[in-house]
């Protein structure tokens, strides 16, 4: 039975649990990183964060400021483009049981620009010493074991959910419908095309320029890469290929 996240940005403090929780049960280890005069630190995603919690600050016309809060991750597409782009098919690779997208050690030798240009939410990253592209399994160890993933565990406000993807996807709409009672523009991410299912409150790109992506179509790589040099993939605005 495949497993699906909802995460509910509406019930996120930006508090960073998750983002702490993933590095340390990755082991990954710290890096060099600035304040940028934000409250999201580091920057962005890199090789030793696999999930990042995004924070824009937005002012409307009467001056009031509003904080959006988006906890990044992969998506674990249901019909991949990164392993749809990938030269080797053996280097990329969807678990049956979960469909969680999973990149091997042959990432290592995959052309890292054509995979991270392929993935709508920018999420691929490559390690600099084993030249693997890395980024977030699902914490396959642990849902094997009937563990929850350790952003999920770690979240006390229950803005991380996981579970059967039917079960996901019912809590989905239920949250849907109470969100949109005092925000209308509330939406769900994607939610037919990814197993990382976000609600949000507000127009997405407030929240990240790779928060959606247009519809993806399942493909070989011949016709992926054919189609990745014309059309514009990310909504937010950068074109690929
Ligand atoms: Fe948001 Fe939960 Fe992550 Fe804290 S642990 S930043 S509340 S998703
Ligand atoms: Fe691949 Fe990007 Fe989808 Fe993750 S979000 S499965 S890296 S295409
Ligand atoms: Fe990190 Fe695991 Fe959560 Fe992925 S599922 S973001 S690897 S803690």
Redesign the pocket.
């Known amino acids: 039975m495949p497993k699906a996240f909802l995460i509910d940005t509406t019930r996120c403090t930006a508090c960073r649990g998750?983002q702490v929780?993933?590095k340390e049960?990755?082991n990954l280890p710290p890096v060099p990183t600035r304040q940028t005069g934000t409250h999201q630190n580091p920057p962005d995603l890199n090789p030793f964060n696999?999930?990042l919690v995004r924070f824009s600050e937005h002012m409307d016309k009467n001056g009031v400021v509003s904080w959006y809060f988006f906890p990044d991750?992969?998506r674990h597409c249901l019909a991949a483009p990164c392993k749809m782009a990938s030269s080797d098919p053996a280097a990329i690779l969807q678990d049956e049981a979960t469909g969680a997208v999973l990149f091997t050690d042959l990432t290592a030798k995959e052309d890292f620009e054509t995979i991270r240009g392929a993935c709508p939410y920018d999420i691929p990253r490559q390690d600099p010493a084993s030249k693997r592209l890395v980024k977030?399994?699902?914490?396959i160890d642990?849902v094997r074991a009937n563990m929850l993933?350790?952003?999920?565990k770690s979240c006390a406000m229950g803005a991380m959910n996981f579970g059967e993807r039917d079960e996901m996807l019912k809590l989905a709409a239920a949250r849907l419908a109470a969100v949109k009672k005092t925000s209308p523009k509330a939406q769900l991410l994607n939610s037919d095309d990814v197993a990382v299912i976000f609600l949000v409150a507000d127009d997405p790109l407030k929240y990240h320029k790779n928060a959606m992506a247009e519809a993806i179509q399942p493909m070989t790589r011949k016709q992926f890469m054919a189609k990745a040099i014309s059309p514009l993939r990310r909504i937010g605005g950068q074109t690929v290929g």
């Open positions: 998750c929780a993933c049960w990755k696999f999930k991750q992969c977030c399994d699902m914490c642990r993933p350790m952003c999920v």
